[in-house]
């Protein structure tokens, strides 16, 4: 115990260092996005967030878009509470069997246009999960899924970058699918 207490007190940072992220970069895409939503779709755009296995690193990241500092509903992106709310979901984690039930409920309580990001390594491949016997995999595997943020975890501005995308595609595919059901 001695041992180690002593070596601990030696031993350097195990931690890797944080990504530089200078202040403006995500000021400057928030308010891109922000103007995206407005201007192509009218009105703050709606997300619900369903967690369908993930280890909570993606969480994490997605959480830290609603902090102090990035404060993502102030730009007229918000993240609510029941799936009816919704436009889009938001799927993180590798699809586990527990909750597949869970995701198509979810996706079947959103009206139309409904729409699907799927957020992680793991919700867009299966990430270090496939091949699991209790997971399904990619989120992909059983709803259409209309963007895929990679990474484990993506940090907010890969999430912010993938969001500025998302809403640029919404005005160029006016008639999409999801509008059907
Ligand atoms: S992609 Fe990485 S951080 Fe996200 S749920 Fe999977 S293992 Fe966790």
Redesign the pocket.
């Known amino acids: 115990m001695r041992r180690t207490l002593i070596e601990s007190l030696f031993r350097g940072k195990l931690t890797e260092p944080a990504p530089r992220v200078g202040e403006a970069e995500p000021m400057a895409l928030l308010t891109e996005l922000g103007e995206t939503a407005r201007g192509r779709l009218g009105r703050s755009l709606a997300i619900r967030e369903l967690d369908a296995?993930?280890?909570?690193?993606?969480?994490?990241?997605i959480t830290a878009l609603g902090n102090a500092f990035h404060d993502l509903e102030r730009f007229g992106l918000k993240f609510v509470a029941s799936p009816r709310h919704a436009d889009v979901l938001m799927i993180?984690?590798?699809l586990t069997r527990n909750m597949l039930e869970a995701m198509r409920s979810a996706y079947e309580a959103m009206a139309a246009p409904k729409f699907v990001i799927a957020?992680?390594?793991?919700?867009?491949t299966g990430?270090?999960?496939a091949g699991s016997p209790a997971c399904i995999g990619a989120a992909a595997q059983i709803l259409d899924v209309d963007l895929r943020i990679?990474?484990?975890?993506?940090d907010p501005v890969t999430l912010l970058k993938g969001l500025i995308g998302f809403a640029n595609a919404l005005a160029s595919a006016p008639t999409h699918r999801s509008t059907q059901s």
């Open positions: 296995g993930s280890c909570n690193g993606c969480e994490l990241e993180t984690g590798p957020v992680g390594d793991c919700a867009c990430g270090v999960f990679p990474g484990c975890p993506p």
